[in-house]
């Protein structure tokens, strides 16, 4: 078994630590708070101090970035925050895996796969983007080891509300009440069960054939938001789904006094046409599925029942 340091323990970092605890590897998550699972050590730190990071990770086998800088600031708070991760990571000799999105990619006509160009719209696409390139480049004159595996928008247990199908999305539907949405209900949508994310993330650090690029998680054909949430009501006997397309304008209005509701427009593309990502390269590499969506959407129902 191995020793792994995760720094962040939010959504991902949670059912992280958690499987690769269970898996009887030392776990040891870092965050600002000392907050984590209790069966993990816990370190309280601030991971842009990269003294204090390596330290922290001498003798560690891998290093998971699952940190989730406030949406609104990323380009002040990812950049030396990455950039502390990887010197770590060059430091220490441990692989640097990195959960990511699909906000790379931008706009594209068919699937998403790894081989696309980057091709960012927006400001924090363009921060994700330098980050894999740099951790890349360093990996290329073997300097560290490096891996990043994306993921769509999440959904499962533990999802919050920074995913639209999150806490936002499913107990307003198991209460009969209307959910308001994005961009087009109907659109094609992929969507990440979490738990995969945790699983494809644990493989990438403990499998050298995953280093050296990106990977898509593995996920479920798409759904759209209808179509999710009317399998999510039926499994649930709860009434049918209600759900209304947000006019563009009350965006605009709503975001001129939230800083949240602004940043969401840089990325409203991914909910006005199909979002659809391809990870089969990932699956038949591994050779792994991702969870069926009925089980997922079960496990979902189970966190948010009373």
């Not at 390596?54 to 970035?65: M, R, S, V």
């Not at 959904?155 to 639209?164: E, L």
Request: proline residues 8%.
């Amino acid at each position: 078994m191995g020793r792994h340091v995760i720094v962040g323990a939010g959504q991902v970092g949670r059912h992280l630590a958690e499987l690769l605890a269970t898996q009887g590897h030392d776990v040891t998550v870092v965050t600002r708070s000392g907050s984590g699972p209790e069966n993990v050590t816990r370190i309280a730190a601030d991971a842009t101090d990269r003294d204090r990071l390596i330290e922290i990770t001498k003798g560690a086998d891998a290093l998971y970035n699952v940190a989730a800088p406030p949406y609104t600031r990323w380009p002040q708070d990812w950049p030396p925050l990455a950039a502390a991760l990887l010197a770590t990571a060059v430091a220490t000799g441990a692989v640097l895996v990195t959960s990511s999105n699909l906000y790379i990619y931008g706009r594209v006509d068919g699937p998403m796969t790894e081989d696309l160009p980057a091709a960012p719209v927006g400001h924090k696409g363009r921060v994700r983007a330098k980050m894999w390139s740099d951790a890349l480049a360093a990996h290329e004159a073997g300097r560290v080891r490096v891996t990043e595996v994306r993921a769509a928008d999440y959904f499962g247990p533990g999802a919050g509300d920074q995913t639209p199908v999150g806490t936002r999305f499913v107990p307003p539907l198991l209460a009969g009440r209307r959910v308001m949405w994005l961009g087009d209900p109907a659109a094609l949508h992929s969507w990440t069960y979490l738990p995969d994310v945790a699983s494809a993330l644990a493989i990438a650090g403990t499998d050298g054939r995953a280093w050296g690029r990106a990977w898509n998680v593995p996920t479920n054909p798409p759904l759209s938001a209808q179509a999710l949430a009317e399998r999510l009501c039926t499994l649930a006997g709860a009434p049918a789904p209600r759900i209304a397309r947000m006019p563009r304008w009350v965006i605009n209005a709503v975001g001129v006094l939230s800083p949240l509701v602004r940043e969401l427009r840089e990325t409203r593309y991914q909910f006005d046409r199909p979002f659809v990502v391809d990870s089969s390269a990932f699956e038949s590499t591994f050779g792994i599925a991702p969870t069926p969506i009925d089980e997922a959407l079960e496990a979902t129902l189970e966190f948010y029942r009373p």
